[in-house]
């Protein structure tokens, strides 16, 4: 069983940039994808970026293309998301998620296709 610690989260004005870390312990697949998600309060989890760890295939939701990057770095099992241009509707608290399998852009967005699940960073854009 895999633990997921979220950090780096915070408050920023818009336009500032933030970067999450999610901290893998415990057994990882090596076949496996890592995800992140947000969820607003009143609003359902959402699909932020996700990426099929090894394979170097990443999916990000059209609202944070071009301002989000997910990263890895296995030597440290940390997975990244740097947070660009930040607006207030990226307000939110962030998950960190992990899928025993591949994901692919029919899935990845989807929270039910991810087993394991950090408790969550708070992010708050003003």
């Known amino acids: 069983h895999v633990q997921l610690v979220e950090s780096g989260g915070g408050s920023v004005q818009a336009g500032g940039s933030l970067r999450l870390s999610c901290a893998a312990s415990?057994?990882?697949?090596?076949?496996?994808?890592m995800g992140w998600f947000r969820q607003a309060p009143g609003k359902e989890r959402a699909g932020v970026a996700a990426?099929?760890?090894?394979?170097?295939?990443?999916f990000y939701a059209d609202s944070v293309k071009g301002r989000f990057t997910i990263s890895r770095d296995s030597a440290k099992n940390t997975v990244y998301l740097q947070m660009n241009s930040l607006k207030p509707e990226d307000t939110a608290m962030y998950y960190c998620a992990e899928a025993r399998r591949y994901c692919y852009s029919g899935s990845w967005w989807n929270p039910l296709t991810y087993s394991s699940w950090g408790r969550g960073t708070q992010v708050t854009v003003s």
């Open positions: 415990g057994y990882t697949y090596s076949r496996n994808s």
């Open positions: 990426m099929v760890t090894g394979a170097g295939i990443t």
